[in-house]
């Protein structure tokens, strides 16, 4: 269910609020197709695509210190209450997941890059392209729950977030099968498990972003909080 603010009788603060999710949805674009192109250069072997990632790692870092400045000049100049100050504190913490999630991409780059230097597996790293696949659908999931404000997505947020932690255990047996039965390949092994690492912590980092949206709809923390939790404490606010 989607949820709309009061306007307030500032024209001028309403704008300030609606830059300021502008600033972080379109910082969540360059986050998702940062993700997209690091996984991309992984399966293609692409190290202009995975260089390109790496750049815009700049761009992201820079763009969480343009959110963090107008956020506190907000909070200083405006000190908003109730929903208001939920929305500048969430966005404050959105975009530093946002910024992390750049860091792993870029991690992620990185290893393409020394993965294109070495023989490619017979799967061509087809593991890993499902896993990077979800942790992207979850990424854009959360962009979309928080620019509608859908409390909601949380609860899938963190049903797909337990798939990606079974998949990333499930993947790290398979890599140390893969290094006791192949040695000659440990280099590349050993960045595949870096990438998947890096994997498991952007659904973790998109998960959090679904947490947030019902810290700034309903005004509860429910981080940590199970499915059941989360299902229970919207459904009573429904009632």
Known sequence: MEQQFDQHISRQFNQELEMLRQDVMAMGGVAEEMVRDAMASVIDGDT?????????DDEVNEMEKEIDEQSTMILARRHPTASDLRLVLAIIKTVNDLERIGDE?????????????????????????????????????????????????????????????VEYENLLRQYYTYLIEEPRNTRRVLDCIWIARALERIG??????????????????????????????????QE
């Open 48 to 56: 202009a695509k995975a260089q390109r990632v790496i750049d815009l």
């Open 105 to 165: 991409a870029e991690k992620i780059a990185r290893m393409a890059v020394r993965l294109a230097d070495v023989d490619r597996p017979r799967g061509n790293y087809h593991e890993l392209e499902s896993m990077g696949e979800t942790v992207r659908r979850m990424l854009h999931e959360a962009l979309d729950g928080f620019a509608r404000l859908v409390p909601e997505t949380a609860v899938n947020l963190v049903q797909e977030d337990e798939k990606v932690d």
């Open 204 to 237: 973790d980092h998109s998960k959090n972003i679904g947490e947030y949206i019902i810290y700034l709809v309903e005004g509860k923390d429910l981080r940590h909080a199970s499915v059941e939790e989360m299902e229970r404490s919207l459904s009573d606010r």
